[in-house]
């Protein structure tokens, strides 16, 4: 189990740009993990935005962000990203990390078992 922490979100207007960051909190390496962002708005279920295989090959994202949100990870430094550009006002969520072990259906969420406490972002018109 890794322990994810989320930084980097904010308040933004339409148009602009955030860029989300994930680091493993306890000291364990989770480059062999798939990693993911999902967010949920208010109201609504949580939603699949991004995920990247842990070789990196593969890349997966919602069709509402595609073009405009990159995932990406520094194994490096143990982090995970997510670019986020041309944000729009229904961008406006808390948005959460998540890393899974060979996940076999990336945008389901009962498919991921570890997950970040959320950084909220906020995009006004």
């Known amino acids: 189990q890794v322990l994810l922490v989320e930084s980097g979100g904010g308040l933004v207007q339409a148009g602009g740009s955030l860029r989300l960051s994930c680091a493993e909190a306890?000291?364990?390496?989770?480059?062999?993990?798939?990693v993911g962002w999902f967010r949920q708005a208010p109201g609504k279920e949580r939603e699949f935005v991004a995920a990247?295989?842990?070789?990196?090959?593969?890349?997966y994202y919602a069709n509402s962000v595609k073009g405009r949100f990159t995932i990406s990870r520094d194994n490096a430094k143990n982090t995970v990203y997510l670019q986020m550009n041309g944000l729009k006002p229904e961008d406006t969520a808390v948005y959460y990390c998540?890393?899974?072990?060979?996940?076999?259906?990336?945008?389901?969420?009962?498919?991921?078992?570890?997950w970040g406490q959320g950084t909220q972002v906020t995009v006004s018109p």
């Open positions: 306890s000291g364990r390496t989770f480059t062999n993990y798939d």
């Open positions: 990247l295989r842990w070789s990196g090959n593969s890349e």
């Open positions: 998540t890393a899974a072990f060979k996940n076999w259906d990336v945008v389901r969420t009962y498919t991921w078992t570890d």
